[in-house]
C-alpha cells in the first residue's frame, strides 16, 4: 500500500485538532475555524499570491463542519520533486516543512485552477450532511481533501464521514466547480460493509484515529505529570522509608525501581508512540 506523505505529514502536529462531544449528525462548532478558500487567502497574504500557483493540495480533519487546521501542499517551482507543506490555523501558519517526493508516493501533482474552485468546504459540508440526512446515516465528524482529478484538471472534495467511534459511514467525491455528487459509498453500522470498511479504513480515517489518539495521549499524559508533581509522600511513608534506612545492609532493601542501565526493569514510557 502506497503511503501518502502528504497526508502523514499532519501526525507531525498531532494533538492539535481534538473535538470533544458526540451527535447523531455533525453541527458547526462555535470556533475560528475557517474555510479551505479563506485559508489559502491566508497562505496568498502570508507567501504571497505566487504561492497559488503552485499549490496541488489541501486536507483538514475531524471537522465539525470546519477544521480547527487545514493542511496544504506546494510543489517547489524551482526543484524538481520538492514539495513545502503548511500547517494554517486561526488565520495564520503555524508551522511548515519541506520534504522531497518519493516515487512510491500517492501524492497529488497537479496545480489547483483556484478560479475554478466555486464549491468552498463550509459548502460541501452541507451537502455531505444533507446526503447523509437523506440516507438516514449519522455521521460525527468529516476528513477533507481537496485535490484535482488524475488527467482532468477539475478540483475534486473528497469526504470521508465518520462515526464517535472513529469508524467511516460514508466517503463523497464531490465537484468543487458545481457541487455535484460523483461518487458516494455509504456503511450502515451494524451491516456488513460497515465491518468490512472499517477492518481497513482509508488513509484520511487512519490519519484522523492517529491524531485523535495521540492528543488525547498527550492529554493523559499531561494530567499523569501534574499529579504526580502535586502527590506528597505521607507521613507513615516517611516514617517506614526512615525506619528502613536504620536497618542493617542485609536488612535493608528498598523497593524502589531505579532507572539505570543495569536495572532489569524497563524505563517507563509517557505515552504509547503511533505506529
Known amino acids: 500500500m502506497k503511503i501518502t506523505r502528504f ?3 499532519c501526525l507531525f502536529l498531532a494533538g492539535l485538532v481534538l473535538f470533544p462531544g458526540k451527535s447523531a449528525y455533525a453541527s458547526p462548532e462555535s470556533s475560528t475555524s475557517i474555510s479551505a478558500k ?3 487567502q491566508t497562505l496568498a497574504r502570508a507567501r504571497g499570491r505566487q504561492v497559488m500557483s503552485t499549490v496541488v493540495g489541501i486536507v483538514g480533519f475531524n471537522g465539525k463542519d470546519q477544521p480547527q ?15 513545502h507543506e503548511f500547517a494554517l490555523r486561526d488565520g495564520q501558519i503555524v508551522a511548515e516543512r519541506h520534504f522531497s517526493r518519493q516515487p512510491d508516493d500517492d501524492l497529488p501533482s497537479i496545480p489547483l485552477p483556484f478560479h475554478r474552485v466555486i464549491v468552498d468546504s463550509n ?16 455521521f460525527d465528524v468529516i476528513h477533507y481533501q481537496l485535490r484535482c482529478r488524475d488527467l482532468r484538471n477539475e478540483p475534486v472534495w473528497m469526504l470521508n464521514l465518520v462515526d464517535q467511534f472513529e469508524n467511516t459511514v460514508g466517503v463523497m467525491y464531490l465537484s468543487a466547480v458545481t457541487g455535484e455528487t ?5 456503511h450502515r453500522p451494524g451491516t456488513l460493509e460497515y465491518t468490512q470498511a472499517n477492518q481497513n479504513p482509508n488513509i484520511l480515517n487512519r490519519i484522523g484515529r492517529g491524531l485523535s489518539s495521540a492528543g488525547k495521549s498527550i ?8 499529579q504526580k508533581a502535586t502527590n506528597k509522600p505521607s507521613r507513615q511513608q516517611v516514617q517506614r522509608y526512615q525506619q528502613q534506612r536504620t536497618q542493617s545492609p542485609t536488612q535493608y532493601k528498598p523497593n524502589i525501581v531505579r532507572n539505570s542501565p543495569a536495572s532489569s526493569q524497563p524505563r517507563p514510557r509517557p505515552f504509547t508512540p503511533l505506529r
Open 38 to 40: 479563506m485559508t489559502f
Open 182 to 186: 460523483l461518487r458516494a459509498v455509504w
Open 69 to 83: 487546521q487545514w493542511m496544504v501542499l506546494a510543489a517547489d517551482p524551482k526543484v524538481p520533486n520538492l514539495l
Open 123 to 138: 459548502r460541501a459540508f452541507a451537502i455531505a450532511e444533507a446526503a447523509a440526512r437523506k440516507t438516514g446515516i449519522g
Open 219 to 226: 492529554g493523559d499524559t499531561t494530567k499523569t505529570i501534574a
Open 7 to 9: 497526508l502523514f505529514g
